[in-house]
């Protein structure tokens, strides 16, 4: 949580506005000290549907895309250069890569739109 606060956000302690953190309900998620410390960053804990399929399907179709376009090109001699190259990969899914679910846009070119 710290690490992604960090690296949207520079070095604040809280973010700025609400924001949701979203994980699934592994135990490491819904632990009380888990909780206690997102809701201290100022994160509102969001948890997905026990034993459901469709929200389930989403993550692992992401995963399944995300290891085909970028994890399968990428250098993976070691961690830290996995680590350095996943903002960029992050960086290019939203803001480049035409999904079909989003009419051919990227997901930041599709918000985009739809706040015009």
Known sequence: MTESLESRFGKASKVPHSLQWL???GPQYIARETIHFGHLLGLEICTTAPY???SN?????FVKTFKRDYVA?????SAQKVTKQLPLWFEDYNEKAPHKGLKMLSPREYRR???A
């Open 52 to 54: 459901s399929p469709e």
């Open 73 to 77: 090109f990428g250098d993976l001699s």
């Open 113 to 115: 739109q739809l706040a």
């Open 23 to 25: 994980s699934d309900n």
């Open 57 to 61: 399907g989403m993550a692992e179709a």
